[in-house]
């Protein structure tokens, strides 16, 4: 078929289309620069997404269009994609199950970029070799910064953060939103789905407390002007969060940025921590994964 190419990745015949295709219009950056993006990425990439369900904003039409989020792969999966069957109660397709895809190795990823699935989204959670939700095992702090507070505010809280996770002997980790905001993460044991949220929505609610000016960690959107707002709920189960190293849509190819502190607290301007796909290959390059403290074994999380 015209516009088609037959390609072997790591052993696995597949064809990728519309290689030439712009999907970030303002940019000129196409779908044969996303797959070869998501190929390059991959090392450090796919521990992040090992055994986690993956949701996919996909953009065929490219990010000038309107995209979907997409979670049943079964529908257009290749046999050889690990898919699993996971509860959706309350789905908006009224499905009790789904079957997500599951991207462990190059191909699945080269196949997700394919599909334009430009976005990966995970949960805070694993499932095992047969399926079947594990615990919690991330903490994550999404920081959404409400006009005119932009990421310079939003790593000034992370500081803050960062001072209380290391004091409860966590090891927290820091990255781009590849959007306005950013998350601050850390690798946890829990003992109840429910003790991430908790714990999360507390530390939120005495920040507000101590920075009432500063910070929110309610959801009212029309208290969220000028605010940094400590979304703590991204750590309900039924909830994911933009993975490390994926892209997302917006005009230009930005990605979701792993930073090291010393980044953070040097932000000055939104600048100074937005990154696109080529700018985050080198800085691989530099630093290897500085996600990588969230592949271990973290504390038990207090109730």
Same mark, same amino acid.
């Given at each position: 078929?015209?516009?088609?190419?037959?390609?072997?990745?790591?052993?696995?015949?597949?064809?990728?289309?519309?290689?030439?295709?712009?999907?970030? %219009?303002?940019?000129?950056?196409?779908?044969?620069?996303?797959?070869?993006?998501?190929?390059?990425?991959?090392?450090?990439?796919? %521990?992040?997404?090992?055994?986690?369900?993956?949701?996919?904003?996909?953009?065929?039409?490219?990010?000038?269009?309107?995209?979907?989020?997409?979670?049943?792969?079964?529908?257009?999966?290749?046999?050889?994609?690990?898919?699993?069957?996971?509860?959706?109660?309350?789905?908006?397709?009224?499905?009790?199950?789904?079957?997500?895809?599951?991207?462990?190795?190059?191909?699945?990823?080269?196949? @997700?970029?394919?599909?334009?699935?430009?976005?990966?989204?995970?949960?805070?959670?694993?499932?095992?070799?047969?399926?079947?939700?594990?615990?919690?095992?991330?903490?994550?702090? +999404?920081? +959404?910064?409400?006009?005119?507070?932009?990421?310079?505010?939003?790593?000034?809280?992370?500081?803050?953060?960062?001072?209380?996770?290391?004091?409860?002997?966590?090891?927290?980790?820091?990255?781009?939103?590849?959007?306005?905001?950013?998350?601050?993460?850390?690798?946890?044991?829990?003992?109840?789905?429910?003790?991430?949220?908790?714990?999360?929505?507390?530390?939120?609610?005495?920040?507000?407390?101590?920075?009432?000016?500063?910070?929110?960690?309610?959801? @009212?959107?029309?208290?969220?002007?000028?605010?940094?707002?400590?979304?703590?709920?991204?750590?309900?189960?039924?909830?994911?969060?933009?993975?490390?190293?994926?892209?997302?849509?917006?005009?230009?190819?930005?990605?979701?940025?792993?930073?090291?502190?010393?980044?953070?607290?040097?932000?000055?301007?939104?600048?100074?921590?937005?990154?696109? @796909? +080529?700018?985050?290959?080198?800085?691989? @390059?530099?630093?290897?994964?500085?996600?990588?403290?969230?592949?271990?074994?973290?504390?038990?999380?207090?109730?």
């Amino acid at each position: 078929m015209a516009g088609e190419v037959l390609v072997d990745v790591d052993g696995q015949r597949m064809r990728l289309s519309n290689l030439d295709k712009v999907l970030y %219009p303002e940019a000129g950056f196409t779908k044969g620069e996303v797959i070869n993006y998501y190929s390059r990425v991959a090392p450090v990439l796919l %521990p992040h997404l090992a055994d986690r369900p993956v949701t996919f904003r996909r953009f065929p039409d490219g990010v000038a269009k309107a995209g979907f989020f997409d979670k049943n792969a079964s529908r257009h999966a290749p046999d050889w994609i690990r898919t699993v069957t996971i509860a959706t109660p309350g789905s908006s397709t009224g499905a009790e199950t789904l079957d997500f895809a599951v991207l462990g190795d190059l191909p699945s990823v080269v196949w @997700a970029a394919n599909m334009a699935g430009l976005e990966l989204h995970v949960p805070q959670w694993t499932v095992g070799p047969r399926g079947g939700k594990r615990l919690p095992d991330r903490l994550v702090f +999404d920081l +959404d910064p409400g006009e005119p507070a932009t990421v310079v505010e939003c790593c000034a809280v992370a500081l803050r953060l960062r001072e209380v996770l290391v004091a409860a002997g966590m090891d927290p980790v820091a990255k781009t939103s590849g959007n306005k905001g950013m998350q601050v993460c850390a690798a946890v044991r829990t003992a109840a789905e429910s003790t991430p949220s908790e714990f999360a929505k507390a530390l939120a609610e005495e920040f507000e407390r101590q920075t009432p000016g500063l910070v929110l960690s309610r959801m @009212a959107r029309n208290l969220r002007p000028g605010k940094v707002f400590i979304d703590w709920s991204q750590n309900n189960p039924q909830k994911t969060t933009v993975a490390p190293y994926s892209l997302r849509a917006r005009a230009q190819p930005t990605v979701s940025t792993p930073l090291t502190w010393d980044e953070v607290a040097a932000c000055g301007s939104p600048s100074d921590v937005r990154f696109t @796909a +080529d700018e985050v290959l080198d800085r691989v @390059a530099e630093h290897g994964d500085l996600f990588a403290p969230l592949l271990g074994d973290g504390p038990k999380l207090p109730s």
